[in-house]
T-cell receptor, first 114, second 114 residues
Framework: DARVTQTPRHKVTEMGQEVTMRCQPI?????VFWYRQTMMQGLELLAYFRNRAPLDDSGMPKDRFSAEMPDATLATLKIQPSEPRDSAVYFCASGLVAGERGYTFGSGTRLTVV | AQSVTQPDIHITVSEGASLELRCNYSYGATPYLFWYVQSPGQGLQLLLKYFSGDTLVQGIKGFEAEFKRSQSSFNLRKPSVHWSDAAEYFCAVGAGNAGNMLTFGGGTRLMVKP
């Protein structure tokens, strides 16, 4: 089965450090999402891309978060500087236009900022 | 903007019993509707989806869901629950005019008693 690959699976970092999370979408998928999951807020959409172009990143704190797709096989989510409140599981998902087949999620990156 | 409500945060059923998880959505047009399941430490796996046509949709692992426009609901059902079904279940709505981004409900955690 095709998979969305996220790295790293776990990351512990100190407050103020830069964190970069990576996602390899399924080959051929042209839509990529970044979600954040916390106990308090549930699943929140941070950003999404269509054909590598950002369509919506209104869910991201712009002063510290940035999302990019340098090419069709890589999406990145960067936090600089990181804060304890950023501790969460970050999921990447990919799919096709219109999403008729649903979206496939990666296993997530569990981020802990101390 | 679309929204999803899952009224039950926790549900406990006995193994072999039937299951129904509730989902209510808010969206002005015909929505795309999804159910995902998340096991601990894992990403989200698509169980089933509805776009159009037959309002009763079949999914993987013996699950089904029924779209009821009049009630703005998309409840998930399974006739006989197995211990391996214990997980968290998320209902999601996708809107065509928003690039098909998914909005998730808060989730329902299912526990299965032996």
């Amino acid at each position: 089965d095709a998979r969305v690959t996220q790295t790293p699976r776990h990351k512990v970092t100190e407050m103020g450090q830069e964190v970069t999370m990576r996602c390899q979408p399924i080959l051929g998928h042209n839509t990529v999402f970044w979600y954040r999951q916390t106990m308090m807020q549930g699943l929140e959409l941070l950003a999404y891309f269509r054909n590598r172009a950002p369509l919506d990143d209104s869910g991201m704190p712009k002063d510290r978060f940035s999302a990019e797709m340098p090419d069709a096989t890589l999406a990145t989510l960067k936090i600089q500087p990181s804060e304890p409140r950023d501790s969460a599981v970050y999921f990447c998902a990919s799919g096709l236009v219109a999403g008729e087949r649903g979206y496939t999620f990666g296993s997530g990156t569990r981020l802990t900022v101390v | 903007a679309q929204s999803v409500t899952q009224p039950d945060i926790h549900i406990t059923v006995s193994e072999g019993a039937s299951l129904e998880l509730r989902c209510n959505y808010s969206y002005g047009a015909t929505p795309y509707l999804f159910w995902y399941v998340q096991s601990p430490g894992q990403g989200l796996q698509l169980l089933l989806k509805y776009f159009s046509g037959d309002t009763l949709v079949q999914g993987i692992k013996g699950f089904e869901a029924e779209f009821k426009r009049s009630q703005s609901s998309f409840n998930l059902r399974k006739p006989s629950v197995h211990w391996s079904d214990a997980a968290e279940y998320f209902c999601a709505v996708g809107a065509g005019n928003a690039g098909n981004m998914l909005t998730f409900g808060g989730g329902t955690r299912l526990m299965v008693k032996p």
